[in-house]
């Protein structure tokens, strides 16, 4: 077994704190990765509190994992030491069910393995994440990080990056299309720019006025106040799709009414009540009601290739491991723009 070490939670109400713990060895076919970055996603504190109910403490959160590989196995063609590599949500998956054969692991029909609070396939017990000195990962679930990339903003890139342009892509978001993107955090400020970035007309929808520019500067055409009715009826009938960002209960009634004939609406972020939904604009107007999560393994290559390509990347702020409890404080007051990235070499400062 190899030694590392990172930051858990012990339980879902103590702040995380530095933990020793153990990976796999180095299999045949495995890549080790010594993690440089790890991005903050809101699901690390969801999961760290045990708000979702399935964690297993100690639990070492992080799916925005970035770093160089230290080792290979004997099996392993796509990766040599030293190159940069990513790793998202998911560390492994069944490989067999007609989702995994077709590159849409995420969906795998016995659940994919989650990068953290999965079970570990080689030696049990539950996966540890990227908030770590390192990671012991399958080839088939390493990404390749395009030369250039600027390491701490591409970190989250494979969390929110992947979970906004799954969705666009499948859509059909580009030129000729109007798309919304609801919410102005760490998945929203992803959506405009990677809409934006596949020549989509965008628009954002915030309930902040101090956003409006930031909206503009980040790619959208127009930023809409969603609580103004005059301004959100200017848009009527009008989109071919909208993506939800926003894990905050809210109603949908008034976006369904934005939708063309036929547009989609799309869930990203879960509220963790069920939602009254008024179906009325549905039927009239037979739009669709949808929801969609990150994206298999070779679409999340294809976005770290088409953001290389475009130069973009998640805006972020750096921090030292030893702020990540003060950064979830920030996080549930949406102040960081918009995304923290851990950089793991304060593990050992
Ligand atoms: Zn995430
Ligand atoms: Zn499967």
Redo the contacts with the bound molecule.
Sequence with gaps: MLTCTGFAAASPTTPLAPITFNRRDVGADDVQIEILYCGVCHSDLHFARDEWHFTVYPAVPGHEIIGRVTSVGAGVSKYKVGEYVGVGCMVD?????????EGL?Q??????VGTYGGTEPVIGGPTFGGYSSSIVVDQSFVLRIPEGMDLASTAPLLCAGITLYSPLKHWGAGPGKKVGIIGLGGLGHMGVKLSHAMGAQTVLFTTSPGKVEDGKKLGAEQVVISKDAAQMAAHTESFDLIIDTVSASHDLTPYFNLLKREGTMVQVGAPEHPLPIAVFPLIMKRRNFAGSMIGGIAETQEMLDFCAARNITADVEIIPIQKINEAYERMLKSDVKYRFSIDMASLTA
């Excluded at 069944?94 to 995994?100: E, K």
């Excluded at 969906?107 to 994919?112: F, I, L, Q, R, V």
């Design positions: 998956s069944c490989r067999t069910c007609p989702s995994c054969v692991e969906y795998c029909d016995k659940g994919n």
